[in-house]
């Protein structure tokens, strides 16, 4: 039981991450992590760990969105795993992440993964929200 406890951790070690820091918006940093290499038949992850500025939160309500584009040869599977702080915003501690797969009939090989991350975030003095869309693009292999 203990050998296949370590070798679980070992495998996730070592799974082929890119990971980028965007600073488009002033007020929220963001990093993203997403998952470089899947199987055809296997799903991967994406992740957006936000962290604001001091006085400036994100909200839950309305909700953050991960849309690809149009012809992108992935697609989103399922809602975003994400934990809600005291105040019911997000938090910030821990990232968003969605789980994402290749289409039926895209052949191995690399493949871009684009789309835009879109939230609302708010400064807590001022009273002023906004939303921002962060453009995304990362590399992903689909292995056969």
Not at 17 to 28: F, G, Q, S, Y
């Amino acid at each position: 039981m203990v050998n296949i406890f370590f070798s679980a951790v070992f495998f996730l070690m070592f799974i082929p991450i890119e990971k980028k820091e965007l600073t488009d918006n002033a007020h929220v940093k963001i990093t993203v992590e997403a998952s470089q290499k899947i199987g055809k038949a296997k799903s991967g992850k994406i992740s957006f760990l936000l962290s604001p500025a001091e006085g400036i939160h994100i909200n839950t309500n309305p909700a953050f969105d991960f849309v690809l584009e149009k012809n992108s040869s992935f697609e989103v599977k399922g809602e975003p795993i994400f934990k809600k702080n005291k105040n019911l915003y997000l938090a910030t501690s821990s990232p968003v992440i969605y789980t994402f797969i290749a289409k039926e009939g895209v052949g191995p090989g690399t493949q871009t993964l684009k789309g835009s991350f879109r939230y609302f975030y708010c400064s807590d003095k001022e009273g002023w929200c906004n939303r921002h869309v962060q453009p995304i693009e990362v590399l992903v292999e689909i292995s056969k």
